[in-house]
């Protein structure tokens, strides 16, 4: 998308929401626009009532309507710094959990409507403990919750869409003990003004992007992805909810590596002075994050569209449709097989030919 329409979208999201709500939210959905393939925007667009750049203040409005659902946008488990992603706990959403936690929210919505046929075919680490899908008391709750804000199917994949980038946000975890390291409660000074740290992330940097720069890490980003396909990231190998798993640590660890540890010592008034290095560099970390989560957000709603086209063929007693299973490597494998195995019935037909049927044969059948 050019740098123009970029800064034009960006000024007109701004008039209805600040912060990763509106300025952060747009980032992400131009960029996963962008990577959506082309037939599947349609649909895409179809299932969310509009494109997704029109949805960038989402969340927002929702909080606006039920403030309860803010809960939903943060990871409330404390995991410490530094960060040890396999020390971590299970997050279990078998209870009221689901309702006040960004990665039971995510995951729990998007199990909604994806098939249960598909996902058996990937294995789990368990990393996300789901309730049962036939556990009806459970997921009606779950919809009673947030029925009175969500009324539609539309509305309840734009608040999927919104939860997908704040799995990108590396404040949203809730890191270390007390309100000492809490992105809220820690004030922090730059150019002269007062900011919490989540306000540095969540309004300052995503309203300070610059469009050429953005632009010009996304055409690196695909060639990236192009030309280095085995370093690039594969989804299709992983049940989604680990991969909301895995985002959600890789957030958390630049929260801890990137964020928490570049923090200056207060001065000698008690305040944290920011300088100018310290902010480019987390605009840097941010623009990626930005991008990151606009390439997984594509991925997400066109496995959704696969589960949905999954969902119809189950109806009418077809075969699975799996999303990106590997289909040339498994073509080059029965080529492998059925070379040698297509060559030696050749042979053996063309022995049996010439040579005629055993002897025993030629009696019984008297030729």
């Known amino acids: 998308m050019g740098t123009l329409l970029r800064?034009?979208?960006?000024?007109?999201?701004?008039?209805?929401?600040?912060?990763?709500?509106?300025?952060?939210?747009?980032?992400?959905?131009?960029?996963?626009?962008?990577?959506?393939?082309?037939?599947?925007?349609?649909?895409?667009?179809?299932?969310?009532?509009?494109?997704?750049?029109?949805?960038?203040?989402?969340?927002?409005?929702?909080?606006?309507?039920?403030?309860?659902?803010?809960?939903?946008?943060?990871?409330?488990e404390e995991w410490p710094c530094p960060f040890r992603a396999q020390k971590l706990k299970p997050v279990s959403c078998r209870g009221q959990e689901a309702m006040?936690?960004?990665?039971?929210?995510?995951?729990?919505?998007?199990?909604?409507?994806?098939?249960?046929?598909?996902?058996?075919?990937?294995?789990?680490?368990?990393?996300?403990?789901?309730?049962d899908r036939r556990d009806s008391d459970f997921w009606s709750s779950f919809t009673r919750a947030y029925g009175t804000s969500l009324k539609s199917t539309a509305q309840e994949l734009r608040w999927l869409t919104a939860l997908i980038g704040d799995l990108h946000q590396p404040l949203h975890f809730s890191l270390g003990s007390g309100a000492e390291r809490s992105a809220q409660n820690l004030t922090v000074r730059f150019e002269g003004k007062g900011y919490t740290l989540l306000e540095i992330w969540e309004e300052y940097l995503p309203k300070a992007i610059d469009g050429k720069r953005m632009d010009e890490d996304t055409k690196k980003y695909r060639k990236f992805i192009v030309t280095h396909a085995k370093q690039a990231e594969h989804f299709d190998a992983k049940h989604?909810?680990?991969?909301?798993?895995?985002?959600?640590?890789?957030?958390?660890?630049?929260?801890?590596?990137?964020?928490?540890?570049?923090?200056?010592?207060?001065?000698?008034?008690?305040?944290?002075?920011?300088?100018?290095?310290?902010?480019?560099?987390?605009?840097?970390?941010?623009?990626?994050?930005?991008?990151?989560?606009?390439?997984?957000?594509?991925?997400?709603?066109?496995?959704?569209?696969?589960?949905?086209?999954?969902?119809?063929?189950?109806?009418?007693?077809?075969?699975?449709?799996?999303p990106g299973r590997h289909a040339w490597r498994h073509f080059f494998t029965n080529i492998f097989i059925g070379i040698p195995t297509v060559s030696a019935l050749l042979l053996f037909f063309g022995w049996h030919l010439s040579a005629g049927a055993p002897s025993f044969l030629r009696e019984h059948l008297k030729l």
């Open 7 to 76: 800064i034009a979208l960006l000024c007109e999201s701004l008039q209805a929401a600040a912060g990763w709500s509106g300025a952060g939210h747009l980032q992400i959905a131009i960029e996963a626009q962008s990577f959506l393939k082309a037939r599947h925007k349609g649909k895409i667009k179809e299932l969310i009532q509009g494109d997704l750049v029109d949805f960038a203040g989402f969340e927002r409005t929702i909080a606006s309507e039920y403030p309860e659902s803010k809960r939903c946008h943060f990871q409330r």
């Open 100 to 131: 006040h936690s960004l990665l039971c929210a995510t995951a729990t919505t998007f199990e909604k409507f994806a098939h249960h046929t598909l996902l058996e075919e990937y294995p789990r680490n368990e990393f996300i403990l789901l309730p």
């Open 240 to 322: 989604p909810s680990d991969l909301f798993g895995d985002w959600a640590k890789e957030s958390a660890q630049i929260a801890c590596e990137k964020i928490y540890k570049q923090l200056p010592s207060p001065n000698s008034e008690g305040v944290i002075e920011l300088s100018e290095a310290l902010v480019q560099q987390w605009q840097t970390e941010a623009r990626r994050q930005f991008l990151v989560a606009g390439h997984r957000l594509a991925f997400v709603l066109e496995l959704l569209v696969n589960h949905g086209k999954q969902a119809e063929s189950h109806r009418h007693g077809r075969g699975l449709h799996r």
